[in-house]
């Protein structure tokens, strides 16, 4: 079958680093993205890996692992406007996303 | 760019009513445009699958009958529910896939639509 595993919910401070980790089983793999959907909001795009590695844009970074089956969002400097929840979403053979319920992430003053 | 709008935003209508959903890609083409549900604090759900000129792929469990989906042009897909009811209250939400650039296969989503059912 395929699923998604993540944290349900996480705290973290503002101004700190946090690291959300995802770990993955699909039929088939075309990629991995990462959402971020504010309560009452639809998913923004944050970012998409297809290859191993670290994939950086500005505050967020997430990382592939394909032989694992493993990704991880990093936020850094992280502001009371990154309370959200955040999605990981692989990509199986058939170029369907693979949704989860996501990580609620509680950014605290 | 890849921006997705979806129309409208909030509906309240009475149960037995049909309610029509429009989603567009404003800056790019997308074959394809998938429609989702999603319940409060639940993940997102797949109804169906658009592609532009075609009939739609409805996913397991999702009545064709009752959520037609019409696929235009290559900017346009719209869902609507027919004969609403209670059950059907839920927040829509469309998609648009990017094709070439930087962002191939990426799926941009639309502000959702949060229908209500009386």
């Known amino acids: ?109 | 760019g890849a921006v997705v709008s979806q129309h409208p935003s909030r509906v309240i209508c009475k149960s037995g009513t049909s309610v029509k959903i429009e989603c567009r890609s404003l800056d790019f083409q997308a074959t394809t445009m998938f429609w989702y549900r999603q319940f409060p604090k639940k993940s997102l759900m797949l109804m169906a699958t658009s592609n532009e000129g075609s009939k739609a792929t409805y996913e397991q469990g999702v009545e064709k009958d009752k959520f037609l989906i019409n696929h235009a042009s290559l900017t346009l897909s719209t869902l609507t529910v027919t004969s609403a009811h209670p059950e059907d209250s839920s927040f829509y939400i469309c998609s648009a896939r990017a094709l070439g650039g930087g962002h191939t296969d990426t799926q941009y989503f639309g502000p959702g639509t949060r229908l209500t059912v009386l």
């Not at chain 1, 909001?41 to 590695?53: H, I, K, R």
């Not at chain 1, 199986?92 to 996501?102: E, P």
């Open chain 1, 1 to 109: 079958g395929q699923n998604i595993d993540q944290p349900t919910e996480m705290t973290a401070t503002e101004g700190a680093i946090v690291q959300i980790n995802c770990t993955y089983q699909t039929s088939g793999f075309n990629g991995l993205f990462w959402y971020q959907q504010h309560a009452g909001e639809a998913p923004t795009f944050l970012s998409y890996n297809v290859l191993d590695g670290l994939e950086e844009k500005g505050r967020f970074s997430s990382f592939l692992s394909r032989s694992k089956g493993y990704s991880y969002l990093l936020l850094k400097e992280l502001q009371m406007k990154d309370s959200a929840s955040y999605l990981c979403a692989p990509m199986d053979s058939n170029y369907q996303l693979i949704w989860g319920a996501g990580t609620k992430l509680i950014i605290k003053p």
